[in-house]
């Protein structure tokens, strides 16, 4: 790469695509992790079985086999994508406030988003409606996956996937999405998110970021106008 082309190298946002691209390679090696851990689990449940002398004749059979599928499901599963989840709206928390940072100096803008009162996204959204008059969201759907990730995010962050410590209008939220069925779901009380769900999300937040960043970018080479 020659000089000139090194100068014209936009690298205001290459945290924010390195994470992202983390994000990726984390999300391949949990699945990857979770196969390999069931796997053992089967297993060491078949030898369980075996050295039991335990059928599916048995009449003990069926509850022991119930209570290792649970096992999987909200033991496993849960313990590796619920904290994944909480990543994922983490990178997207600090990749917003990054990218405002850079449209308030553009602006000359003295409040800051974090000088805002409330949740994360509430602010998020606040700040780049009213303060930045900046879009947060071109398409409705990235607007409706991120309330999505954040509703599952906050169960796993608050109460580890535990629905009865949630509170009852919480609880009522939560079942209005279970029904959807989208891919989440609950077990003994637990909320499960199948691997389909958790890559829709993931891709919902990348593409809501690169556009967010583009979005950035063309209006700053426009000379950032007032809009």
């Known amino acids: 790469m020659d000089l000139n082309a090194l100068k014209n190298l936009d690298l205001r946002f ?11 390679y984390h999300l391949d090696l949990v699945e990857k992790t979770i196969g390999q851990t069931i796997a053992i689990r089967d297993a060491e449940f078949e030898q369980y079985l075996s050295d039991a002398q335990l059928t599916e004749q048995d ?109 009852k209008d919480k609880q009522e939220k939560l079942y209005k999405i279970l029904n959807q069925k989208i891919g989440a779901t609950q077990d003994l009380g637990f909320l499960c998110v199948e691997a389909d769900l958790v890559a829709k ?3 919902s937040v990348r593409e809501t970021l690169i556009d967010l960043i583009e979005r950035f970018k063309e209006w700053d080479k426009a000379g950032a106008p007032n809009n």
């Open 59 to 167: 009449e003990e059979w069926n509850c022991i086999n119930q209570n290792h599928q649970r096992e999987e499901q909200i033991g496993i599963t849960r313990m590796f994508r619920g904290p994944y989840l909480v990543s994922l709206y983490s990178v997207f928390e600090f990749s917003t406030i990054e990218i405002a940072s850079h449209i308030q100096k553009k602006k000359g803008i003295d409040l800051a988003l974090n000088d805002l009162s409330g949740s994360s996204y509430e602010k998020a959204k606040k700040y780049y409606a009213k303060v930045l008059k900046f879009k947060l969201f071109s398409e409705p759907k990235q607007t409706q996956d991120l309330a999505l990730l954040i509703n599952l995010r906050n169960i796993f962050a608050h109460s580890n996937g535990r629905i009865d410590r949630l509170s």
């Open 201 to 203: 999300l993931y891709g």
């Open 14 to 24: 290459v945290t924010i695509t390195a994470e992202l691209n983390t994000l990726r």
